[in-house]
Protein backbone atom coordinates (compact mmCIF):
# COMPACT_ATOMS: atom_id res chain seq x y z
CA UNK A 1 0.00 0.00 0.00
CA UNK A 2 1.50 3.36 -0.94
CA UNK A 3 1.89 6.15 1.91
CA UNK A 4 -1.07 8.20 1.18
CA UNK A 5 -3.36 5.31 1.20
CA UNK A 6 -1.51 4.05 4.63
CA UNK A 7 -1.88 8.17 5.94
CA UNK A 8 -5.73 8.05 5.01
CA UNK A 9 -6.57 5.19 6.65
CA UNK A 10 -4.36 5.92 9.89
CA UNK A 11 -5.62 9.98 9.63
CA UNK A 12 -9.00 7.72 10.05
CA UNK A 13 -7.58 5.78 12.93
CA UNK A 14 -6.82 8.89 14.36
CA UNK A 15 -9.96 10.57 14.27
CA UNK A 16 -12.10 7.44 16.00
CA UNK A 17 -9.65 7.29 18.68
CA UNK A 18 -10.01 11.37 19.17
CA UNK A 19 -13.97 10.72 19.17
CA UNK A 20 -14.26 7.60 21.27
CA UNK A 21 -11.33 9.01 24.27
CA UNK A 22 -8.59 7.68 26.14
CA UNK A 23 -10.82 5.53 28.53
CA UNK A 24 -12.26 3.80 25.43
CA UNK A 25 -11.63 0.67 23.50
CA UNK A 26 -12.70 -0.46 20.57
CA UNK A 27 -12.30 -3.55 18.53
CA UNK A 28 -13.48 -3.60 14.84
CA UNK A 29 -13.75 -6.92 13.04
CA UNK A 30 -12.86 -7.36 9.52
CA UNK A 31 -15.46 -9.85 7.61
CA UNK A 32 -15.23 -13.81 7.30
CA UNK A 33 -15.81 -16.02 4.51
CA UNK A 34 -19.42 -17.14 3.48
CA UNK A 35 -20.52 -20.28 2.22
CA UNK A 36 -22.71 -20.33 -1.06
CA UNK A 37 -23.24 -24.01 -1.47
CA UNK A 38 -21.75 -26.88 -0.32
CA UNK A 39 -18.00 -26.07 -0.21
CA UNK A 40 -18.49 -22.90 -2.23
CA UNK A 41 -18.18 -19.61 -0.91
CA UNK A 42 -19.25 -16.36 -2.19
CA UNK A 43 -16.04 -13.97 -3.37
CA UNK A 44 -14.90 -12.51 -0.12
CA UNK A 45 -15.36 -8.71 0.68
CA UNK A 46 -14.06 -6.93 3.17
CA UNK A 47 -16.48 -4.98 6.01
CA UNK A 48 -16.11 -1.51 4.69
CA UNK A 49 -15.80 -0.02 8.26
CA UNK A 50 -12.51 -2.70 8.58
CA UNK A 51 -11.55 -1.22 5.36
CA UNK A 52 -12.07 2.39 6.23
CA UNK A 53 -9.66 1.59 9.09
CA UNK A 54 -7.24 0.06 8.14
CA UNK A 55 -7.70 -0.51 3.90
CA UNK A 56 -6.89 -4.49 4.76
CA UNK A 57 -8.43 -6.94 2.63
CA UNK A 58 -7.88 -10.33 4.12
CA UNK A 59 -10.46 -12.01 5.93
CA UNK A 60 -10.31 -12.95 9.64
CA UNK A 61 -8.84 -10.25 11.22
CA UNK A 62 -9.83 -7.44 13.93
CA UNK A 63 -8.61 -4.11 14.72
CA UNK A 64 -8.08 -2.67 18.05
CA UNK A 65 -8.07 1.22 18.95
CA UNK A 66 -7.11 1.94 22.50
CA UNK A 67 -6.14 5.48 22.74
CA UNK A 68 -5.06 5.67 25.98
CA UNK A 69 -2.65 2.82 25.09
CA UNK A 70 -2.74 -0.90 25.82
CA UNK A 71 0.42 -2.87 27.51
CA UNK A 72 -0.02 -6.20 25.55
CA UNK A 73 2.81 -9.58 26.51
CA UNK A 74 5.26 -10.67 23.60
CA UNK A 75 7.33 -13.22 25.10
CA UNK A 76 8.50 -11.75 28.34
CA UNK A 77 8.44 -8.36 27.04
CA UNK A 78 5.82 -5.54 27.46
CA UNK A 79 4.69 -3.57 24.25
CA UNK A 80 2.84 -0.64 24.97
CA UNK A 81 1.04 0.63 22.19
CA UNK A 82 -2.49 2.47 20.77
CA UNK A 83 -3.45 0.25 17.64
CA UNK A 84 -3.21 -3.52 17.03
CA UNK A 85 -4.13 -4.98 13.90
CA UNK A 86 -5.40 -9.01 14.46
CA UNK A 87 -4.52 -10.82 11.21
CA UNK A 88 -4.56 -14.55 9.88
CA UNK A 89 -1.28 -16.57 10.37
CA UNK A 90 0.85 -17.49 7.64
CA UNK A 91 0.02 -20.90 6.68
CA UNK A 92 1.76 -22.42 3.76
CA UNK A 93 -0.64 -24.85 2.47
CA UNK A 94 -3.91 -22.80 3.24
CA UNK A 95 -1.68 -20.15 1.32
CA UNK A 96 -1.73 -22.87 -1.65
CA UNK A 97 -5.24 -22.94 -2.06
CA UNK A 98 -6.84 -19.47 -1.47
CA UNK A 99 -3.68 -17.32 -2.02
CA UNK A 100 -0.72 -15.23 -0.04
CA UNK A 101 -1.82 -13.65 3.51
CA UNK A 102 0.57 -10.68 4.72
CA UNK A 103 1.69 -12.25 8.20
CA UNK A 104 1.84 -9.97 11.11
CA UNK A 105 5.04 -9.21 10.82
CA UNK A 106 5.04 -7.28 7.38
CA UNK A 107 1.68 -5.74 8.76
CA UNK A 108 3.76 -2.01 9.81
CA UNK A 109 5.81 -1.62 6.79
CA UNK A 110 2.84 -2.78 4.32
CA UNK A 111 -0.14 -1.34 6.08
CA UNK A 112 1.27 1.29 8.57
CA UNK A 113 -0.34 -0.12 11.70
CA UNK A 114 2.05 -0.10 14.65
CA UNK A 115 1.77 -3.39 16.01
CA UNK A 116 0.07 -6.57 14.76
CA UNK A 117 -0.32 -10.13 15.85
CA UNK A 118 -2.16 -13.36 15.00
CA UNK A 119 -5.97 -13.10 14.83
CA UNK A 120 -6.48 -16.26 17.98
CA UNK A 121 -4.93 -13.42 19.93
CA UNK A 122 -7.68 -11.31 20.03
CA UNK A 123 -9.60 -13.20 22.57
CA UNK A 124 -7.09 -12.20 25.50
CA UNK A 125 -8.44 -8.17 25.21
CA UNK A 126 -12.25 -9.34 24.71
CA UNK A 127 -12.62 -10.63 28.50
CA UNK A 128 -14.21 -9.61 30.98
CA UNK A 129 -10.29 -8.65 33.22
CA UNK A 130 -9.04 -6.94 30.54
CA UNK A 131 -12.41 -5.00 29.16
CA UNK A 132 -13.44 -4.01 32.78
CA UNK A 133 -10.08 -1.51 32.48
CA UNK A 134 -12.28 0.53 30.15
CA UNK A 135 -14.90 2.68 30.75
CA UNK A 136 -16.48 2.01 27.04
CA UNK A 137 -15.92 -0.69 24.42
CA UNK A 138 -17.00 -0.04 20.92
CA UNK A 139 -17.33 -3.11 18.96
CA UNK A 140 -19.13 -3.73 14.98
CA UNK A 141 -21.88 -5.32 16.40
CA UNK A 142 -24.26 -6.23 13.57
CA UNK A 143 -21.37 -7.04 11.75
CA UNK A 144 -19.82 -9.15 14.17
CA UNK A 145 -22.42 -11.49 15.06
CA UNK A 146 -22.72 -12.09 11.21
CA UNK A 147 -19.12 -13.94 11.32
CA UNK A 148 -18.18 -17.51 10.79
CA UNK A 149 -15.55 -19.58 10.87
CA UNK A 150 -12.90 -19.31 14.12
CA UNK A 151 -13.77 -15.82 14.16
CA UNK A 152 -17.30 -16.97 15.21
CA UNK A 153 -15.90 -19.03 17.98
CA UNK A 154 -14.22 -16.05 19.47
CA UNK A 155 -17.12 -14.24 19.59
CA UNK A 156 -19.44 -16.71 21.20
CA UNK A 157 -16.87 -16.93 24.19
CA UNK A 158 -17.46 -13.47 24.31
CA UNK A 159 -21.27 -13.51 24.35
CA UNK A 160 -21.22 -15.83 27.11
CA UNK A 161 -19.04 -13.76 29.03
CA UNK A 162 -21.18 -10.76 28.09
CA UNK A 163 -23.26 -10.74 31.57
CA UNK A 164 -19.93 -10.68 33.19
CA UNK A 165 -18.58 -7.98 31.50
CA UNK A 166 -21.64 -5.74 30.63
CA UNK A 167 -22.20 -4.07 34.19
CA UNK A 168 -18.34 -2.67 34.41
CA UNK A 169 -18.34 -1.81 31.28
CA UNK A 170 -20.80 -0.09 28.59
CA UNK A 171 -20.74 -1.93 25.23
CA UNK A 172 -21.40 0.26 21.96
CA UNK A 173 -21.89 -0.03 18.56
CA UNK A 174 -19.33 1.56 16.51
CA UNK A 175 -21.30 1.62 13.32
CA UNK A 176 -22.76 5.42 14.61
CA UNK A 177 -19.65 7.07 15.05
CA UNK A 178 -17.89 5.81 12.07
CA UNK A 179 -20.73 6.63 10.24
CA UNK A 180 -21.03 9.65 11.42
CA UNK A 181 -17.41 10.05 10.01
CA UNK A 182 -18.02 8.42 6.46
CA UNK A 183 -20.95 11.28 5.96
CA UNK A 184 -17.73 13.45 5.57
CA UNK A 185 -15.52 12.64 2.69
CA UNK A 186 -12.04 13.40 2.76
CA UNK A 187 -10.38 14.41 -0.96
CA UNK A 188 -8.83 10.99 -1.10
CA UNK A 189 -12.15 9.48 -1.39
CA UNK A 190 -14.07 11.60 -3.61
CA UNK A 191 -10.95 10.88 -5.86
CA UNK A 192 -12.24 7.05 -5.70
CA UNK A 193 -15.73 8.50 -6.16
CA UNK A 194 -14.78 10.65 -9.22
CA UNK A 195 -12.66 7.59 -10.71
CA UNK A 196 -15.46 5.00 -10.06
CA UNK A 197 -17.76 7.69 -11.88
CA UNK A 198 -15.83 8.02 -14.94
CA UNK A 199 -14.95 4.89 -15.02
CA UNK A 200 -19.27 4.28 -15.27
CA UNK A 201 -19.25 6.96 -17.82
CA UNK A 202 -17.18 5.40 -19.95
CA UNK A 203 -18.39 2.24 -19.74
CA UNK A 204 -22.05 3.58 -20.38
CA UNK A 205 -21.19 5.48 -23.49
CA UNK A 206 -19.70 2.24 -25.02
CA UNK A 207 -23.35 0.96 -24.74
CA UNK A 208 -24.70 4.23 -26.48
CA UNK A 209 -22.67 2.75 -29.40
CA UNK A 210 -24.19 -1.03 -29.34
CA UNK A 211 -28.00 -0.29 -27.68
CA UNK A 212 -30.32 -1.54 -30.24
CA UNK A 213 -33.81 -3.28 -30.76
CA UNK A 214 -33.35 -6.90 -30.13
CA UNK A 215 -30.48 -7.11 -27.76
CA UNK A 216 -31.16 -8.20 -24.07
CA UNK A 217 -31.16 -6.45 -21.23
CA UNK A 218 -28.40 -9.08 -20.29
CA UNK A 219 -25.97 -8.58 -22.91
CA UNK A 220 -26.18 -4.58 -21.95
CA UNK A 221 -25.90 -6.02 -18.23
CA UNK A 222 -22.30 -8.26 -19.27
CA UNK A 223 -21.23 -5.13 -21.61
CA UNK A 224 -21.48 -2.94 -18.88
CA UNK A 225 -19.76 -5.66 -16.13
CA UNK A 226 -17.41 -5.96 -19.35
CA UNK A 227 -16.28 -2.13 -19.72
CA UNK A 228 -16.08 -1.75 -15.70
CA UNK A 229 -12.99 -3.60 -15.40
CA UNK A 230 -11.71 -2.63 -18.67
CA UNK A 231 -11.70 1.02 -18.09
CA UNK A 232 -10.32 0.23 -14.47
CA UNK A 233 -13.15 -0.78 -12.05
CA UNK A 234 -12.82 -3.84 -9.33
CA UNK A 235 -16.66 -5.00 -10.21
CA UNK A 236 -20.25 -3.62 -10.06
CA UNK A 237 -21.44 -1.11 -6.81
CA UNK A 238 -24.12 -2.96 -7.07
CA UNK A 239 -26.68 -5.53 -9.21
CA UNK A 240 -27.36 -3.67 -12.53
CA UNK A 241 -30.61 -2.64 -12.89
CA UNK A 242 -31.21 -3.17 -17.02
CA UNK A 243 -35.00 -2.37 -17.28
CA UNK A 244 -36.90 -2.06 -20.42
CA UNK A 245 -40.28 -0.80 -20.97
CA UNK A 246 -42.49 -2.16 -18.00
CA UNK A 247 -39.92 -3.18 -15.97
CA UNK A 248 -38.26 -0.01 -14.87
CA UNK A 249 -41.88 0.17 -12.68
CA UNK A 250 -39.68 -2.19 -10.70
CA UNK A 251 -37.20 -0.32 -8.63
CA UNK A 252 -34.71 -3.14 -8.14
CA UNK A 253 -35.65 -5.22 -11.22
CA UNK A 254 -33.34 -7.90 -11.28
CA UNK A 255 -33.77 -10.11 -13.44
CA UNK A 256 -32.02 -8.55 -16.88
CA UNK A 257 -33.70 -11.20 -19.38
CA UNK A 258 -36.67 -9.45 -21.33
CA UNK A 259 -35.57 -8.68 -24.92
CA UNK A 260 -35.72 -4.75 -26.05
CA UNK A 261 -38.36 -3.61 -28.47
CA UNK A 262 -38.20 -0.81 -30.88
CA UNK A 263 -40.88 1.49 -29.36
CA UNK A 264 -39.17 1.27 -25.66
CA UNK A 265 -37.15 3.16 -22.81
CA UNK A 266 -34.61 1.51 -21.10
CA UNK A 267 -33.81 2.05 -17.85
CA UNK A 268 -29.99 1.47 -16.68
CA UNK A 269 -29.13 1.92 -13.09
CA UNK A 270 -25.45 0.97 -12.75
CA UNK A 271 -21.98 1.84 -11.49
CA UNK A 272 -18.85 0.58 -10.98
CA UNK A 273 -16.80 0.40 -7.92
CA UNK A 274 -13.57 1.84 -7.58
CA UNK A 275 -10.74 0.70 -4.90
CA UNK A 276 -13.92 -0.30 -2.61
CA UNK A 277 -15.76 3.41 -3.83
CA UNK A 278 -19.10 3.36 -5.15
CA UNK A 279 -20.43 5.40 -8.08
CA UNK A 280 -24.22 5.42 -8.83
CA UNK A 281 -25.80 6.26 -12.51
CA UNK A 282 -29.38 6.36 -13.88
CA UNK A 283 -30.06 7.02 -17.36
CA UNK A 284 -32.92 6.62 -19.21
CA UNK A 285 -32.60 5.66 -23.17
CA UNK A 286 -34.67 4.94 -26.40
CA UNK A 287 -34.07 1.90 -27.77
CA UNK A 288 -34.53 2.83 -30.88
CA UNK A 289 -32.31 6.19 -30.56
CA UNK A 290 -34.99 8.22 -31.06
CA UNK A 291 -37.50 9.39 -28.23
CA UNK A 292 -40.97 9.22 -28.73
CA UNK A 293 -42.96 12.47 -27.92
CA UNK A 294 -44.89 10.97 -24.75
CA UNK A 295 -41.79 9.94 -24.12
CA UNK A 296 -40.05 12.96 -23.87
CA UNK A 297 -42.86 14.90 -22.39
CA UNK A 298 -41.82 12.46 -19.48
CA UNK A 299 -38.42 12.59 -19.68
CA UNK A 300 -38.39 16.28 -19.14
CA UNK A 301 -40.07 16.84 -15.78
CA UNK A 302 -37.64 14.26 -14.15
CA UNK A 303 -34.73 15.95 -16.09
CA UNK A 304 -36.12 19.28 -14.83
CA UNK A 305 -36.45 17.76 -11.01
CA UNK A 306 -32.57 16.46 -11.84
CA UNK A 307 -31.74 19.61 -12.83
CA UNK A 308 -33.42 22.25 -10.27
CA UNK A 309 -32.06 19.73 -7.23
CA UNK A 310 -28.85 19.94 -8.30
CA UNK A 311 -29.08 23.33 -8.43
CA UNK A 312 -29.85 23.42 -4.76
CA UNK A 313 -27.21 21.20 -3.32
CA UNK A 314 -25.06 23.78 -1.27
CA UNK A 315 -23.86 23.64 2.35
CA UNK A 316 -26.31 24.24 4.79
CA UNK A 317 -29.67 23.25 2.62
CA UNK A 318 -31.40 20.21 4.11
CA UNK A 319 -31.18 17.19 1.48
CA UNK A 320 -35.01 16.60 2.84
CA UNK A 321 -36.35 20.55 1.28
CA UNK A 322 -34.31 18.40 -2.01
CA UNK A 323 -36.64 16.17 -2.34
CA UNK A 324 -39.79 18.46 -1.44
CA UNK A 325 -38.38 20.68 -4.57
CA UNK A 326 -38.29 17.55 -6.95
CA UNK A 327 -41.90 16.41 -5.94
CA UNK A 328 -42.63 19.68 -6.73
CA UNK A 329 -41.48 20.36 -9.63
CA UNK A 330 -42.46 16.55 -10.92
CA UNK A 331 -46.17 17.53 -9.76
CA UNK A 332 -46.29 20.11 -11.30
CA UNK A 333 -44.95 19.04 -14.70
CA UNK A 334 -47.59 15.89 -14.35
CA UNK A 335 -50.25 18.77 -13.58
CA UNK A 336 -49.59 20.64 -16.45
CA UNK A 337 -49.60 17.39 -18.96
CA UNK A 338 -53.04 16.87 -17.53
CA UNK A 339 -52.50 14.04 -16.02
CA UNK A 340 -52.14 14.51 -12.18
CA UNK A 341 -55.00 16.71 -10.84
CA UNK A 342 -54.22 16.53 -7.30
CA UNK A 343 -50.60 17.55 -6.66
CA UNK A 344 -50.60 15.50 -3.07
CA UNK A 345 -50.62 12.37 -5.04
CA UNK A 346 -47.22 12.58 -6.61
CA UNK A 347 -45.80 9.67 -4.04
CA UNK A 348 -48.10 7.46 -6.06
CA UNK A 349 -45.52 8.06 -9.34
CA UNK A 350 -42.49 9.34 -7.86
CA UNK A 351 -42.50 6.13 -5.56
CA UNK A 352 -39.22 6.86 -3.75
CA UNK A 353 -36.97 9.44 -2.21
CA UNK A 354 -34.60 12.18 -3.91
CA UNK A 355 -31.50 10.05 -3.17
CA UNK A 356 -28.68 9.18 -0.02
CA UNK A 357 -24.82 9.68 0.54
CA UNK A 358 -23.09 7.65 -1.51
CA UNK A 359 -19.38 6.25 -0.67
CA UNK A 360 -18.01 3.09 0.29
CA UNK A 361 -21.53 1.58 0.21
CA UNK A 362 -23.78 2.90 -2.76
CA UNK A 363 -26.91 4.01 -0.15
CA UNK A 364 -23.49 4.84 2.21
CA UNK A 365 -23.84 3.50 5.41
CA UNK A 366 -23.97 7.13 7.17
CA UNK A 367 -26.51 8.37 9.39
CA UNK A 368 -29.65 10.57 8.37
CA UNK A 369 -32.04 11.92 11.01
CA UNK A 370 -32.87 14.91 12.74
CA UNK A 371 -32.57 15.01 16.63
CA UNK A 372 -32.68 17.34 19.40
CA UNK A 373 -28.83 16.67 19.92
CA UNK A 374 -27.53 15.42 16.15
CA UNK A 375 -28.86 16.77 12.69
CA UNK A 376 -27.49 14.63 9.78
CA UNK A 377 -29.82 16.51 7.24
CA UNK A 378 -28.00 19.49 6.54
CA UNK A 379 -25.92 19.09 3.68
CA UNK A 380 -21.94 20.15 4.86
CA UNK A 381 -19.00 20.07 2.28
CA UNK A 382 -17.76 16.48 1.73
CA UNK A 383 -20.99 15.13 1.43
CA UNK A 384 -21.39 12.89 -1.58
CA UNK A 385 -25.38 12.25 -2.49
CA UNK A 386 -26.83 10.78 -5.41
CA UNK A 387 -29.81 13.27 -7.07
CA UNK A 388 -32.25 10.66 -8.72
CA UNK A 389 -35.94 11.86 -9.10
CA UNK A 390 -38.26 9.20 -11.32
CA UNK A 391 -41.62 8.79 -12.84
CA UNK A 392 -43.09 5.68 -12.88
CA UNK A 393 -46.40 4.69 -14.94
CA UNK A 394 -47.18 0.95 -14.97
CA UNK A 395 -49.95 -1.09 -17.40
CA UNK A 396 -52.22 -0.87 -14.57
CA UNK A 397 -52.39 2.43 -14.07
CA UNK A 398 -56.24 3.16 -15.62
CA UNK A 399 -55.77 6.50 -14.45
CA UNK A 400 -53.13 7.58 -16.80
CA UNK A 401 -53.54 7.87 -20.35
CA UNK A 402 -52.51 4.53 -22.29
CA UNK A 403 -49.76 6.36 -24.45
CA UNK A 404 -47.85 7.02 -21.01
CA UNK A 405 -48.13 4.03 -19.44
CA UNK A 406 -45.44 1.02 -18.86
CA UNK A 407 -43.24 3.37 -18.94
CA UNK A 408 -40.08 4.51 -15.91
CA UNK A 409 -38.10 7.00 -16.08
CA UNK A 410 -35.11 7.77 -13.44
CA UNK A 411 -32.42 10.44 -14.00
CA UNK A 412 -29.19 9.74 -11.29
CA UNK A 413 -26.42 11.37 -10.74
CA UNK A 414 -23.83 11.82 -7.91
CA UNK A 415 -22.99 15.22 -6.67
CA UNK A 416 -20.53 16.15 -4.21
CA UNK A 417 -21.01 19.24 -1.64
CA UNK A 418 -18.23 21.61 -2.11
CA UNK A 419 -18.03 24.68 0.01
CA UNK A 420 -19.56 27.27 -2.59
CA UNK A 421 -22.25 24.67 -4.14
CA UNK A 422 -21.99 21.38 -5.68
CA UNK A 423 -20.04 19.19 -8.58
CA UNK A 424 -21.66 17.01 -10.37
CA UNK A 425 -19.70 14.17 -10.40
CA UNK A 426 -21.23 12.06 -13.25
CA UNK A 427 -21.50 15.35 -15.63
CA UNK A 428 -19.82 13.69 -18.02
CA UNK A 429 -22.80 11.65 -19.32
CA UNK A 430 -25.51 13.09 -21.20
CA UNK A 431 -28.97 13.45 -20.10
CA UNK A 432 -30.69 16.42 -22.60
CA UNK A 433 -32.27 13.88 -24.71
CA UNK A 434 -31.17 15.96 -27.73
CA UNK A 435 -27.51 14.80 -26.51
CA UNK A 436 -28.73 11.58 -25.40
CA UNK A 437 -30.47 11.07 -29.51
CA UNK A 438 -27.09 12.90 -31.05
CA UNK A 439 -25.11 10.43 -29.45
CA UNK A 440 -26.81 7.59 -30.34
CA UNK A 441 -26.74 8.42 -34.08
CA UNK A 442 -23.83 9.43 -34.33
CA UNK A 443 -22.12 6.03 -33.40
CA UNK A 444 -24.82 4.33 -35.24
CA UNK A 445 -22.45 6.19 -38.57
N1 LIG B 1 -28.88 1.88 -7.48
C1 LIG B 1 -29.79 1.97 -6.42
C2 LIG B 1 -30.17 3.35 -6.17
O1 LIG B 1 -30.13 4.16 -7.07
O2 LIG B 1 -30.45 3.76 -5.09
MN1 LIG C 1 -29.05 5.72 -6.00
MN1 LIG D 1 -28.96 3.96 -8.77
Redesign the pocket.
Known sequence: MNKIQQSFHKSRRKELSGLIGKDSIAVIFGNTFRNKSYDGDYLFKQYKNFYYLTGFTEANSALLIAPGGITLKSGSQKIKTKEVLYVQPKDEKMETWSGKRLGYNNVKNELGVDYSEVNEKICRILSYHILKNYRRVYLNIAEMLKLTGDMKKIISDFLDNLNRIAPHTEIIDVSYILGKMRSLKTEFETEKIRKASDISVQSYNEILKILKPGMTEFEIQTELEYYYRHYGGEET??HP?VASGENACI??YENNDQKLSDNQLLLI???SEYNYYCS?I?RTFPVSGKFTHEQKEIYDIVLKANKECIKKVKPGVRFSEIGKLSEKVLAEGLNKLGILKDKTEIKKYSL?GI??HIGMD??DAVPSSVTESSDTDTLKPGMVL?I?PGLYFTKEMKEIPVKYRSMGI?I?DVVLVTKSGSEVLTRGMVKETADVEEKMHITDL
Open positions: AYILHDSADTHGHTHTERE
